[in-house]
């Protein structure tokens, strides 16, 4: 059994700050326009942070604008992106993925048109898909609710084609319609409200401009598993503490998982027995060291978010043609529903 790798929290990897990184933290923050939703205005750029016009201040924290301080819901999530801060980076696995992924999710012309394109990364986590568009040559700004900005900027780095900030989507700190492209993959399901998440996120899209984002799907399996037991217990220990108890779980079992994965029948079963995921059968091409990282990362994830939200494609569908979205793509894949719209030009 492979032991777990020891990712430090990316805010201790980096006890002080060196003049070329906080020269790259200033540079980040300068190439936004950052939005005071409160007061109406944009925030001007101090030495210590931001301000508006009425004195409403936003700290930096390791470089990072911070709008949220404080518990949230997504506490379980920033600590498993600080721990697990590389497991899902292409560039650490060798296999394009996280790249695959998002591709798909985007369509070839989105795909085509992402240098120089202004994008919105909303739910950033560690930076599985930052990685991937700042190397197709995007300007992006990620946000996340939780402390994973930290992990974020430590895998992808601050500077005048990535910002970062530490904030909610339902309070996005832009001017609306700023961004040509805006991407929220993996998260709105665990938003305290879909449809408010989604009206949010499509409120930063520019005119002419277009939104990528997914769901999980209404299906009866989550209901037949033994997986919600675990889920209505994990959710609520501290996250420290819901992450070595998932650790644990995925130690005992996952070695059965592997044992029956040339057997669909018997690894389906068990599937729906053990609260542990594993990807034996859908990602062969995994090493078993990462084998035991994606287990790890993915059932912590599984067990700990405090909102899990389903939807079927038609609701979900329905939902988006409400804001007034057009062109839209909604199709059953990845983790549940991804799907694509344009916000009509002027």
Request: net charge neutral; charged share 20%.
């Amino acid at each position: 059994m492979p032991d777990a790798v020891p990712q430090r929290r990316a805010d201790s990897l980096r006890p002080s700050e060196s003049h070329h990184e906080v020269e790259g933290a200033m540079e980040a923050a300068a190439s936004v326009d950052w939005y005071c939703t409160q007061h109406g205005a944009s925030f001007s750029l101090t030495q210590g942070g931001l301000q508006c016009p009425s004195g409403h201040q936003v700290p930096f924290r390791n470089g990072i604008p911070r709008f949220v301080e404080g518990s949230t819901y997504a506490d379980a999530f920033g600590e498993q992106w600080n721990f697990f801060r590389r497991t899902q980076l292409d560039s650490y696995s060798g296999l394009p993925i996280s790249r695959t992924r998002l591709r798909r999710c985007l369509g070839e012309d989105l795909w085509s048109r992402l240098r120089g394109s202004r994008v919105l990364e909303c739910g950033c986590g560690a930076g599985r898909f930052t990685e991937v568009l700042l190397a197709e040559g995007a300007h992006v700004v990620s946000i996340d609710l939780s402390h994973a900005v930290d992990a974020n900027v430590a895998n992808c780095g601050l500077s005048s084609n990535h910002a970062v900030a530490q904030a909610d989507i339902r309070y996005l700190p832009f001017r609306p319609q700023s961004f040509d492209i805006v991407i929220c993959l993996g998260v709105i399901q665990h938003t305290p409200d879909s449809e408010e998440a989604l009206a949010a996120l499509y409120s930063q899209v520019a005119p002419g401009g277009s939104m990528v984002v997914d769901h999980y799907r209404l299906v009866i399996g989550w209901y037949t598993k033994t997986a919600p037991l675990f889920h209505q217990v994990l959710k609520r220990l501290p996250a420290d503490t819901s992450l070595r108890f998932t650790n644990r779980m995925v130690d005992v079992l996952l070695p059965l998982h592997k044992k029956t994965a040339s057997i669909k029948p018997v690894y389906s079963l068990l599937a729906h027995i053990s609260p542990v995921l594993s990807y034996y059968r859908d990602l062969p091409e995994l090493s078993e060291e990462l084998q035991w990282e994606w287990a790890r990362l993915d059932t912590h994830d599984y067990l700990t978010d405090w909102y899990k939200r389903f939807r079927t494609p038609s609701q979900f569908r329905r939902s988006l043609e409400e804001l007034g979205a057009t062109d839209i793509w909604c199709e059953i894949g990845g983790n549940g529903i991804e799907a694509r719209v344009k916000r009509p030009a002027r």
